[in-house]
């Protein structure tokens, strides 16, 4: 079996369950889609398309989250051998069921169905599942249709996952769901116990994070406990409160600010990513601009930034939209103000030790999660480098010390 993964960290986890699943299926390609907008759909089916001319013998099985809002449209297509859902691609029975379309109600979904997970072929991180479903409606989002209402992993099976993980040799774990900072079960109290019942554990890291998680208890814990890595990703969309409160989201421009200064106070070398889209539905040339000048003043070094694609069912899609010319032109712009303060952090940390995880061919991430090229061929280990000089985004630096 092989699976093509779309999409998100989640889908990625997801991934390494279904060949775990399929280790023995024969001529099988599982496609795990994503549907975060239409023109991830539009991607989906290309690649479907794509697979099938190279692959004309293989059974090419589609789920993800776009087999789970449309099954009858990948039902349909010629290249596509099954469809299944979310909840069914993480069980042995519906690769061997006789439907061409088995999907149920994302609400169905049963964290005891899932086997444990004790290694990520190739990845030298776990990505650890806790949290599964949103209760939130952005209005430009349908994840919450596809993946069902919040639902958590009981604490007492994270723990155990990622004891698992550990003792397998992985350093680092990367919590991942669909929105993990509303676990259900208290995200910070779940922090709190894996960084202290987690023996050996190095480095914890998580997936997308919403902004209105970053209250006072999670600096303290940002403050308290070392084996969380000084690098965030936020979910945060927009600078411009307007186009905030229109997107359905929880938290204001200066809320984010306020939090990355007050974690970089207790954390100095913390480095912050995050998420944007450009063009949003009614989006003025004064609200991009308020924007770049957000992420300037809170000093977001990784963006990650896309022009607004509308996602049929969602209620952003009726707004006024903006034309598309403009939203791609308000990206470039955007990505441009996200490279330079890069460029400028990177250039910073030239001369500075970093602790690196290394992974394939010397390369790796150090703590703040910026790329470094080393001489280590010590995969899976984390050495003290010297950064030694900036290429492009990327740095090169020289192991001097193992950690």
């Known amino acids: ?72 449209i990948y039902a349909a297509m010629p290249e596509v051998f099954r469809v299944l859902g979310n909840r069914e691609k993480l069980t042995r029975a519906a690769f061997e069921t006789a439907e061409k379309v088995c999907v149920s109600d994302a609400d169905l979904f049963d964290f005891e169905e899932l086997q444990p997970v004790t290694d990520f072929e190739g990845r030298t991180r776990a990505f650890l599942q806790i949290q599964q479903g949103c209760n939130h409606a952005c209005t430009f989002c349908i994840v919450h249709q596809a993946r069902g209402h919040n639902k958590g992993l009981p604490p007492e099976k994270v723990l155990e996952q990622a004891r698992l993980f550990v003792e397998n040799g992985f350093s680092e774990i990367v919590l991942t ?34 902004p209105t998680v970053l209250d006072e208890e999670f600096i303290g814990l940002m403050g308290t406990y070392s084996v969380i890595q000084p690098h965030l990703h936020l979910s945060v969309q927009s600078g411009d409160d307007l186009i905030l409160k229109r997107m359905g989201r929880r938290h204001t421009a200066a809320q984010v600010v306020k939090a990355c200064q007050a974690l970089r106070a207790v954390r100095p070398d ?79 940390t030239v001369g500075t030790v970093r602790p690196v995880l290394i992974e394939k061919n010397g390369s790796g991430y150090t703590d703040n999660y910026l790329k470094v090229h080393t ?11 010297l950064i030694k000089q900036r290429i492009d985004n990327e740095l090169v630096g020289e192991v001097k010390i193992r950690a």
């Open 270 to 348: 913390m480095v912050f990513g995050a998420d944007f889209i450009t063009g949003f539905p009614t989006e003025t040339e004064a609200q991009a601009l308020k924007t770049e000048a957000f992420v300037r003043e809170a000093n977001i070094t990784q963006l990650h930034v896309f022009p607004y694609s509308a996602r049929p069912g969602t209620p952003a899609a009726k707004m006024p939209p903006v034309e598309p010319a403009v939203r791609k032109e308000r990206a470039a712009r955007l990505r441009q103000a996200g490279f330079e303060l890069e460029q400028k952090l990177l250039d910073q």
């Open 1 to 72: 079996m092989k699976v093509i993964t779309f999409g998100c960290r989640l889908n990625a986890f997801e991934s390494r369950l279904i060949e775990k699943i399929g280790t023995d299926l024969a001529d099988v390609i599982v496609v795990n889609t994503c549907a975060v907008t239409g023109e991830a759909e539009r991607q989906c089916r290309q690649s479907i398309r794509k697979i099938h001319r190279e692959n004309p013998t293989a059974k090419i099985i589609v789920t993800g989250c776009a087999a789970q809002l449309n099954p009858e």
């Open 177 to 210: 769901g669909v929105d993990i900072a509303s676990y259900p079960q208290g995200f910070h109290r779940l922090v709190r116990l894996i960084a202290e019942k987690v023996t050996g554990l190095k480095r914890l890291r998580f997936g997308s994070l919403d």
């Open 375 to 385: 001489d280590s061929k010590s995969e899976g280990k984390i050495e003290q480098v």
